[in-house]
């Protein structure tokens, strides 16, 4: 027998699922609140519980199970059953087939459809109940069974109100005031992004339906109208981010679902058969799809239990670590000089716009004596660096270095090498040195290492490094637009973000005594003594744990969770799970810790709100994000000298070697290591 603590959470997740949020609370609510109307109520559980038990049958894998979506659709077929018909031998039988049916044809369109990445949403129900219904004409034993939903007790409200809190209910075949008031009172306390789409979306949608119909009152009162709720939820919030970018484009969403569910609703009408959420899938879907190929931005990656932790935590990975996915390093050591950046006057204009050329200066000028000779240049014979680790795709070195004043315009790249990166795309280095490249085609390079030196060749008025990135492996492709990994600038280290024009950078040399110091081991175990004013009050233990997606986390004795990372640039903190302790404080403290071999550094990182604000701003912060994404943003500044960093939270010290943070010190509290 299955684990029975995660049938009942797959149980309850399908109710949570059919308002797009993942949180059991917000299950157990909906399924009290199904009760208002206990044919619906029970019929629903009676196809969970059928679903659950075929799935037994044919021992359907656990993890399968535990995704909602696999069992909602049966849920939403078996209170489509129980609005019709009371509950009898006869529709039980019928939702026991059904649910079985719908769980089936699910799965299978989930991997018909996850092949392209779009979403199953509720056609699995909207087939399924079309046939169940159309069938039903010839039971003759349902009959006797059918329910007058009009005489359901409610109350009474202007219709302007009434009309959407109907609609809101019927998504639970529930299509009353009480029962729409108290979902909607469930999505306020737990999403104010869907409370507001929500109202966007119906009234959107009513105030365009009225006029193509020419009535307002039968707008309202049209019994679909949920399906532009569903849209406009699902188009901003849910498979696109909450921006005010899809608050648009889920508008036109909803609009193109009006014309839709009239459509559907004249066909239909002819066999008496509801239009259900046809319109809302036929939409999403196809909006997906065609934006998926488009490779939209504005996709959500990672949908999480609520819109506003989607959007928390884009903003927060966005913030911190970038949106580009194209990050570079330096392809040179020490410090260098912009000479052209994106979009310059002079070579980077329309296709090759993005691509970045330095050169080395000393009291401002490239060149010492008067820079008749490439070899007077100070960039001229510089090691060049491999940005990115990878395997070289082609390469040249067989051009002669130009003479100061003039260009090779045949070979315009002159020696060159292009090197695919581990995450896909390419970089290709120009002007490089003849015969200096220390690679060949085939070989590995890691980041950093030398693979050639600085030349004059090609199209190149004086010695500098010329880099760019790309989406092909070919001499010549258009440049995709990058930025830098990390580069320090007026002591200043920045992250993920692309110098200005004749700005002096300094690449970053890193330290790996500091990487090997914090590589964590899955079940290391850190003890400290916690001091408050110097006085001993208890001991704490931190140990290393892995999750089911093999991601480390620090946990302590209440089960708090703190998720770290190391990619051998920098350790850093990424994610907070838990209530206040002192595994959040060290997440504000330290929230990430560079390897840098360098005196000392000042950098800005950008926390999550929830990590750094009470609970009631970082909500109201998190909702006005949408609007303007900059509401998200808290600006952090720390310090680090390779043995502590500092900020106003307070400072964490690292044993200089061993592996371990020593010292943990905010306000008067202080948590020693025992080493």
């Not at 484009?249 to 679902?257: E, F, K, N, P, R």
């Not at 996709?299 to 194209?326: D, H, Q, W």
């Not at 704490?540 to 990619?567: C, G, I, P, T, W």
Request: aromatic share 18%; hydrophobic share 45%.
């Amino acid at each position: 027998m299955r684990n029975i603590k995660t049938l009942l959470h797959s149980f309850i997740k399908s109710y949570s699922s059919l308002l797009f949020l993942n949180n059991v609370w917000v299950g157990l609510a909906l399924l009290m609140i199904g009760f208002t109307n206990p044919s619906v109520a029970i019929s629903g559980i009676f196809a969970v519980v059928f679903t659950i038990a075929f799935a037994e049958l044919i021992e359907f894998k656990e993890a399968y199970l535990a995704q909602g979506f696999y069992i909602y659709n049966s849920l939403l077929v078996g209170m489509g059953i129980g609005y019709i018909f009371i509950p009898s031998l006869t529709s039980i039988v019928l939702i026991a087939m059904s649910a079985a049916f719908t769980f089936m044809f699910s799965f299978m369109l989930n991997r018909l459809f996850g092949a392209y990445k779009i979403p199953i949403l509720s056609l699995p129900f909207s087939v399924v109940t079309m046939f169940i219904y159309l069938a039903s004409l010839n039971y003759s034993g349902l009959f006797s069974t059918l329910i007058n939903n009009s005489t359901h007790y409610d109350i009474e409200l202007p219709l302007i109100i009434s009309g959407f809190l109907k609609s809101f209910g019927t998504i639970f075949f529930l299509p009353t005031n009480i029962a729409g008031f108290l979902m909607l009172v469930v999505v306020l306390m737990f999403s104010r992004i869907i409370f507001v789409m929500a109202l966007s979306g119906y009234y959107f949608g009513v105030l365009l339906h009225s006029y193509f119909i020419g009535s307002f009152i039968q707008a309202l009162h049209d019994p679909y109208a949920f399906n532009y709720i569903l849209v406009a939820v699902a188009l901003c919030g849910v498979f696109l981010l909450p921006t005010i970018k899809n608050f648009f484009l889920s508008l036109i969403g909803v609009a193109i679902s009006v014309f839709l569910t009239d459509a559907i609703a004249m066909l239909f009408n002819y066999y008496a058969i509801p239009v259900f959420t046809l319109p809302f899938n036929i939409t999403v879907i196809v909006f997906i799809f065609i934006l998926s190929i488009t490779y939209y931005k504005g996709f959500n990656l990672e949908i999480k239990a609520t819109p506003e932790y989607s959007l928390s935590n884009y903003l927060s990975r966005v913030f911190r670590f970038g949106s580009n996915p194209m990050q570079i390093a330096l392809p040179f050591s020490g410090e260098w000089s912009v000479y052209q950046g994106f979009d310059d006057e002079w070579t980077h204009k329309g296709e090759y716009r993005y691509a970045y050329d330095f050169v080395k200066k000393k009291d401002g000028k490239t060149h010492k004596n008067d820079g008749l000779y490439a070899q007077d240049y100070y960039a001229f014979g510089e090691s060049v660096l491999a940005p990115v680790s990878g395997y070289v795709v082609d390469a040249r070195h067989d051009l002669v270095d130009n003479i100061i004043g003039e260009v090779d315009r045949i070979n315009n790249w002159g020696n060159y090498i292009i090197i695919k990166s581990d995450e896909g795309f390419f970089v290709e280095i120009s002007h490089l040195m003849q015969y200096s490249l220390s690679v060949k085609v085939g070989d590995y390079v890691q980041r950093n290492s030398v693979i050639a030196k600085c030349g004059n060749s090609g199209y190149s008025p004086e010695p500098h490094i010329h880099i760019q990135t790309q989406s092909v492996g070919v001499l010549g492709g258009f440049g995709s637009e990058f930025c830098f990994s990390e580069y320090i600038q007026n002591g200043e280290l920045l992250f993920h973000t692309i110098p200005q024009k004749n700005s002096k950078i300094t690449a970053v040399v890193s330290d790996r005594s500091i990487s090997s110091r914090l590589h964590f081991i899955l079940d290391d175990v850190f003890t400290y003594e916690v001091y408050e004013k110097q006085e001993y009050v208890e001991q704490v233990s931190f140990r290393v744990k892995m999750d089911a997606y093999s991601q480390f986390f620090l946990e302590d004795a209440d089960e708090n969770q703190l998720y770290f990372y190391n990619d051998y640039q920098q350790f850093y903190f990424y994610n907070y799970k838990g209530k206040e302790s002192h595994l959040k404080m060290l997440f504000k403290i330290a929230p990430r810790i560079p390897f840098v071999s360098f005196c000392k550094v000042n950098f800005t990182d950008y926390l999550p709100l929830y990590v750094v604000k009470t609970k009631v701003e970082a909500m109201a912060r998190e909702f006005l994000s949408m609007f303007n994404p900059n509401f998200y943003k808290e600006a952090c500044r720390y310090t680090f000298d390779g043995k502590k960093i500092s900020s106003k939270y307070g400072e964490v010290h690292l044993e200089p070697t061993n592996k371990a943070l020593t010292l943990i010190s905010y306000n008067t509290t202080q948590l020693r290591r025992k080493l």
